[in-house]
């Protein structure tokens, strides 16, 4: 069964850091493109940050360009989302994906569609 559970979420100050983790299960991971997407409440999603399946190319939206950093460790089937400088506009549910078609990270981030998605992590912002 394909599965992938986000953890790391919770309430942080503003400037503060948080780091998600997408442990995935029932596929291995470098073999997909894997994207953090997040949607807060009257939005609509947003792709934040996506890694290619086959060279490891990074897409970050500009909204998290020098803030956030996503990065995947194969050996525990694991993708991260370090986020840093944390403002109250990155308050969201935030959902990894992993896509076995998509090739390249900007285009899942753009697209917002995946084969696979978690559940979701709360991700506050707030003093």
């Known amino acids: 069964q394909v599965q992938l559970v986000e953890s790391g979420g919770g309430l942080v100050q503003p400037g503060g850091s948080l780091r998600l983790s997408c442990a995935a ?3 291995t991971l470098d073999h997909y493109t894997i994207g953090w997407f997040r949607q807060a409440p009257g939005k609509e999603r947003e792709g934040v940050s996506c890694i290619s399946r086959s060279d ?4 970050y939206a500009d909204s998290v360009k020098g803030r956030f950093t996503i990065s ?6 694991t993708v ?3 986020m840093n400088s944390l403002k109250p506009d990155d308050t969201a549910v935030y959902y990894c994906a992993a896509d076995p078609f998509f090739t390249t990270a900007q285009v899942l981030c753009v697209s917002k569609r ?3 998605w978690g559940q979701g992590t709360q991700v506050t912002v707030s003093s």
């Open 25 to 27: 299960s029932g596929f």
């Open 56 to 59: 490891g190319i990074t897409y």
């Open 72 to 77: 995947r460790d194969n050996a525990k089937n």
């Open 80 to 82: 991260y989302l370090q």
């Open 114 to 116: 995946s084969t696979n």
